[in-house]
């Protein structure tokens, strides 16, 4: 049987690791909180950009936009991805980015494979925000940008408008031919999936994955119609738009990631914590099976003994 000795240690580590992920629950739950207020205020603006993208290229207005067409690519030439990644700069949030870093893998291999039956080559950038991610994708090999360096904590507008630039630059400098973002959506309180997104070129129909069916702001999108005059002319009008576009996605998907992070950590910290309860009440009953077999040993000793003396 265990020493009760070493039941006492095990209750003492179990009772301190509990006291650490208790803290850092409580911690999440604050930032969580305030993560979700800021999305919450974010995502209005973020819908409105979706829906007027998807609204001109559904009346035809930018069809023959940059920024809406996909390159075209001959056999034996490459196609050249960028994939912005949003993961955590701590651990101690569950599975959450390992799913993000499993999500940008299997699309990677997926792209790759759909290229290579179509006798096209393929490139893959990525571009880490967050340093777990950054430092797995690293050891695993991939084509990692040491240079981009963002944190994914308390996003601001001003950090995706240097995001947003970088990527604008490095699609029309050729740099790039398709841009994805991957990051963590929150599709209820208890549910988080990583999804996929084509920023660029502009995929109307993974803009309206992202669009709630009951949201109240795709109205107030700017609507494409024939009485509608754009000057200088349409394609001006969406060199100033996409820069907009673009910061609303960036800040839309730091905002959603980080709270995604937060929700993930007090989730996991807050089963951590009743883990930990559990381990304690059973070590506390093991304590006291080894105390009253301690108990039971000495009675048994001291019987025996009396009637040893009792013989003599």
């Not at 494979?113 to 393929?122: E, F, R």
């Not at 690293?138 to 981009?148: K, L, P, Q, T």
């Not at 969406?238 to 730091?254: D, E, F, P, Q, R």
Request: neutral net charge; contains cysteine.
């Amino acid at each position: 049987m265990e020493q009760i000795s070493d039941i006492k240690k095990r209750m003492k580590s179990v009772r301190d690791i509990k006291q650490t992920t208790r803290a850092t629950q409580l911690i999440s739950a604050v930032k969580m909180r305030r993560a979700r207020s800021q999305l919450e205020k974010t995502r209005p603006f973020f819908i409105i950009c979706a829906d007027t993208m998807i609204e001109l290229y559904d009346n035809g207005v930018v069809n023959d936009n940059m920024f809406f067409q996909l390159r075209q690519k001959k056999k034996g030439e490459t196609w050249k991805i960028g994939y912005f990644i949003l993961t955590g700069d701590q651990g101690l949030a569950g599975a959450y980015n390992s799913n993000v870093i499993a999500t940008t893998e299997k699309h990677i291999h997926s792209k790759t494979v759909d290229n290579i039956a179509k006798g096209l080559n393929t490139t893959a950038h990525l571009y880490v925000a967050g340093k777990i991610g950054k430092e797995r994708l690293i050891r695993d090999g991939f084509d990692v940008v040491e240079d981009f360096k963002y944190p994914i904590s308390e996003p601001t507008y001003y950090r995706a408008r240097d995001i947003s630039d970088y990527i604008y630059h490095l699609y029309t400098s050729g740099d790039l031919d398709l841009v994805y973002f991957i990051y963590t959506k929150i599709e209820s309180a208890v549910s988080m999936e990583p999804v996929v997104a084509r920023v660029l070129p502009v995929d109307p129909y993974s803009l309206k994955k992202t669009i709630p069916e009951d949201s109240p702001y795709s109205q107030y999108g700017l609507t494409a119609a024939d009485n509608i005059e754009y000057y200088p002319s349409a394609d001006e009008v969406m060199h100033y738009l996409i820069n907009t576009y673009l910061n609303g996605m960036v800040y839309g998907a730091l905002a959603e990631g980080y709270a995604s992070e937060q929700t993930a950590r007090m989730t996991a910290m807050d089963n951590a914590t009743d883990n930990a309860n559990e381990m304690l009440d059973k070590l506390r009953l093991k304590s006291n099976q080894a105390r009253q077999g301690k108990i039971t040993n000495e009675i048994s000793e001291i019987i025996g003994g009396s009637e040893g003396l009792a013989k003599k």
